[in-house]
């Protein structure tokens, strides 16, 4: 996985100028001082997941504010579009099918898609890139936080990174 940042300030002013402005007319950004802080740390960004803008807008607000573009942790319901292995490789989106990881036990289906999600943060965690997890697993539908998370990305992720004496910043 190599994301390209020339390619995500491409998207996200294309973003922008085409959909976001039609569809929000304003936000808020609490404790963005912090974040400048750690622009040059590896960061381990842990947001609500309240709306399907949330994978827009989030990387939207990083990249207005320089910072690097995090790789992002997707449900492969989204690994529908035409143009996927570009946007898999290039904005660093994560495809895990999250109904075979929440099954009992472990069968192939499910030892073969915790080997990917393995390997993909081992590669996330060696190339010091961000990773964005929502950890609720989900968005919510009626715009409420949801009562309880799904830790197991952020276990594995976090294992990987004391594996490789890496100390990332949570956010």
């Given at each position: 996985?190599?994301?390209?940042?020339?390619?995500?300030?491409?998207?996200?002013?294309?973003?922008?100028?085409?959909?976001?402005k039609?569809?929000?007319?304003?936000?808020?950004?609490?404790?963005?001082?912090?974040?400048?802080?750690?622009?040059?740390k590896?960061?381990?960004?842990?947001?609500?997941?309240?709306?399907?803008?949330?994978?827009?807008?989030?990387?939207?607000?990083?990249?207005?504010?320089?910072?690097?573009?995090?790789?992002?942790?997707?449900?492969?319901?989204?690994?529908?579009?035409?143009?996927?292995?570009?946007i898999?490789?290039?904005?660093?989106?994560?495809?895990?099918?999250?109904?075979?990881?929440?099954?009992?036990?472990?069968?192939?289906?499910?030892?073969?898609?915790?080997?990917?999600?393995?390997?993909?943060?081992?590669?996330?965690?060696?190339?010091?890139?961000?990773?964005?997890?929502?950890?609720?697993?989900?968005?919510?539908?009626?715009g409420?936080?949801?009562?309880?998370?799904?830790?197991?990305?952020?276990?594995?992720?976090?294992?990987?990174?004391?594996?490789?004496?890496?100390?990332?910043?949570?956010?």
């Amino acid at each position: 996985m190599d994301i390209n940042q020339e390619r995500i300030n491409s998207i996200s002013r294309d973003l922008n100028t085409t959909y976001l402005k039609k569809f929000i007319r304003g936000f808020e950004i609490i404790g963005m001082e912090n974040l400048k802080k750690l622009k040059d740390k590896q960061i381990l960004y842990l947001p609500n997941h309240l709306s399907l803008f949330d994978f827009v807008i989030i990387p939207k607000i990083l990249n207005d504010y320089k910072l690097k573009h995090p790789a992002t942790i997707a449900g492969s319901n989204l690994n529908h579009w035409p143009l996927n292995k570009l946007i898999e490789e290039e904005t660093g989106a994560i495809f895990i099918n999250r109904k075979t990881m929440k099954e009992e036990g472990i069968s192939k289906k499910k030892k073969e898609e915790i080997l990917k999600l393995n390997s993909k943060l081992e590669e996330v965690v060696s190339k010091e890139h961000n990773l964005m997890s929502f950890v609720e697993s989900g968005r919510s539908y009626n715009g409420k936080i949801m009562e309880r998370g799904d830790s197991g990305v952020l276990n594995r992720y976090l294992k990987i990174s004391k594996k490789q004496n890496k100390e990332p910043y949570g956010c």
